[in-house]
């Protein structure tokens, strides 16, 4: 055998024992990572989906505060102007009734 045949062998068994090896750890290594990126990616969309609800639910109910808060106003308002009406009937019959005797 020629010196260039013994570096041939000893090429051939350093990939053989330690190259091969570490680019097999590193390819799964590589489909381990994969696959926790995949599911990383899975569990953001999910919580991008629920953030969307919950801001989605926010604005229904600020805009159910916000009308109801209108819708009461509006309601005290009529109301208010209900009794001064009312107030204002009895007062009117109270007067007549008075110059009628």
Excluded: Y
Excluded at 21 to 34: D, M
Excluded at 72 to 90: D, K, Q, S, T, Y
């Amino acid at each position: 055998m020629t010196p260039a045949d013994d570096e041939l062998i000893r090429l051939r068994d350093w990939r053989h024992d330690v190259a091969m090896p570490a680019i097999v750890a590193a390819r799964e290594q590589i489909k381990q990572l994969a696959a926790d990126c995949r599911q990383m990616s899975l569990r953001l969309d999910e919580m991008e989906l629920r953030i969307e609800r919950m801001a989605r639910a926010d604005e229904i109910a600020e805009a159910i505060q916000e009308h109801s808060r209108g819708f009461r106003r509006g309601f005290l308002n009529a109301w208010e102007r209900g009794l001064i009406v009312a107030a204002a009937v009895v007062g009117a019959i109270g007067v007549l009734l008075q110059l009628v005797h």
